[in-house]
């Protein structure tokens, strides 16, 4: 039974330590908002994938990903940092983009148009102390006690975009306002929400006790990963702010944006399940071995067990996919620049993310940036961002999540980003 139980928790807390998000986006690129003179096209491509968690160590999450055991030091380090509400935070995005630069009204740029193609995978989940004990511990430390394993959501959503838009780069004078209108293609969603949830151990081990409130939607999985399958399609529009200011003798830009604004339309196929209820388990009984004989199976199977504990349904619904609002200020100072910034993921459980980041800018177009902030899904952070820019092309590469790959011990979390755009 204890098992069981083990094995049962597990499988609902494992997928987010499986996934590495940074929140860094090449959703605004800065050549779609560039109004500077060049060539008439830009193009350009990235990828990200990040994980982050103000709980699960990076070392935990490493050897979990590589199938190695789990020693008691290892769930130490978890068990050491839960609070009373966890987070889990994972992203992995890539695409590519393009834009064109030829709209012009007496030798001075008005409008650039783009494109972008992108693939987006988000999965978050929040849960309480107990679902961790009981998923790596079992439930014999509950035993005559009630494990709390509410509040617990699970989110976990990908799809393609395909947007088109435009920026206005002489907006009001030098500022540039953009916005972008995106095709949704869905391909796979699993939400799990328990608004009430416990176990109750009985001391001797005689019965569980089960009570909960939950719900849970889930797209089509027939097709199982094929990107060929649309479970779901959507709209989403994106909105880009940009304006100068000076300090002094200092000048600088505030950029205000947000981006998937949208939702997405599942399938009738899809799935939803909703139950209140009471389970009791005592396992079963078995007086002696000429009773195994006697004994059938066939009325507890899966299917039966379901439809008698978690009856679901087959429906179409609405899911609005999570939107950022992000705001930052860029002040130069020369060869340095300082940057102070913030942004919220609505319909996630990231904290809001304050950050101020220090760029140093190098002779043959080398600059060198270093961020620290506050937020997310862990309490901290840092980054390291390197860029090389030429006449025709540049390169980012970011590092993020510093402290979760220095000290993977004692902080959760590992990122990287990279992009490279090309004027042709």
């Not at 090449?26 to 990200?48: C, I, R, V």
């Not at 608004?195 to 009985?202: E, G, K, M, Q, V």
């Not at 599942?266 to 139950?275: G, H, P």
């Not at 504990?309 to 899911?319: A, E, G, V, W």
Request: hydrophobic share 40%; charged share 10%; glycine share 10%.
């Amino acid at each position: 039974m204890l098992r069981g139980v083990k094995k049962l928790l597990f499988i609902f807390l494992v997928p987010g330590t499986l996934f590495l998000p940074a929140f860094v986006s090449a959703q605004w690129a800065e050549p779609m908002a560039d109004n500077s003179a060049h060539k008439d096209f830009t193009g350009g491509l990235y990828g990200q994938a990040d994980y982050g968690s103000n709980a699960v160590t990076s070392a935990f999450a490493a050897n979990l990903l590589l199938g190695n055991y789990i020693n008691d030091n290892l769930k130490q380090q978890v068990s050491s940092k839960l609070i009373s509400s966890n987070r889990i935070g994972y992203q992995f995005n890539y695409g590519i983009y393009g834009v064109w630069y030829n709209d012009t009204v007496a030798q001075k740029r008005i409008f650039n148009i783009f494109f972008a193609l992108r693939h987006k995978a988000l999965f978050n989940v929040g849960f309480t102390p107990d679902v961790f004990n009981l998923a790596f511990y079992g439930n014999a430390m509950y035993a005559g006690k009630i494990a709390k394993l509410s509040p617990f959501s699970l989110n976990n959503v990908s799809y393609q975009q395909a947007e088109m838009g435009i920026v206005c780069t002489n907006f009001g004078g030098n500022a540039q306002l953009g916005m972008g209108i995106s095709f949704l293609a869905g391909q796979q969603f699993l939400s799990i929400a328990a608004r009430n949830a416990t176990l109750y151990t009985d001391p001797t081990g005689q019965y569980l006790q089960v009570n909960t409130d939950a719900t849970m939607y889930q797209s089509d999985t027939s097709a199982g990963n094929n990107l060929a399958r649309l479970n779901g399609y959507g709209a989403s529009l994106d909105l880009y702010f940009k304006a100068p200011y000076k300090i002094g003798k200092h000048t600088g830009k505030v950029t205000v944006s947000v981006t998937d604004l949208g939702f997405i339309f599942w399938n009738t196929k899809s799935v939803y399940y909703n139950k209140d209820t009471s389970y009791y388990y005592d396992g079963v009984t078995i007086n002696g071995i000429s009773d195994l004989q006697n004994v059938s199976f066939n009325s507890t199977s899966k299917d039966s067990l379901q439809n008698k504990y978690l009856p679901r349904q087959r429906k179409s619904y609405y899911y609005t996919i999570p939107s950022t609002v992000s705001a930052n200020c860029n002040t130069g100072f020369g060869k340095y620049h300082l940057e102070s910034g913030f942004w919220y993921i609505f319909n996630a459980n990231a904290l809001g993310y304050f950050y101020i980041q220090g760029d140093k800018y190098f002779n043959h177009g080398w600059m060198v940036g270093l961020q620290a902030g506050a937020g997310g899904y862990e309490f901290v952070n840092s980054s390291l961002i390197l860029k090389k820019q030429t006449a025709k092309s540049a390169l980012t590469i970011c590092i993020n999540h510093l402290q979760g790959i220095v000290v993977p011990n004692y902080f959760g979390g590992a990122g990287a980003y990279l992009e490279y755009s090309h004027k042709f």
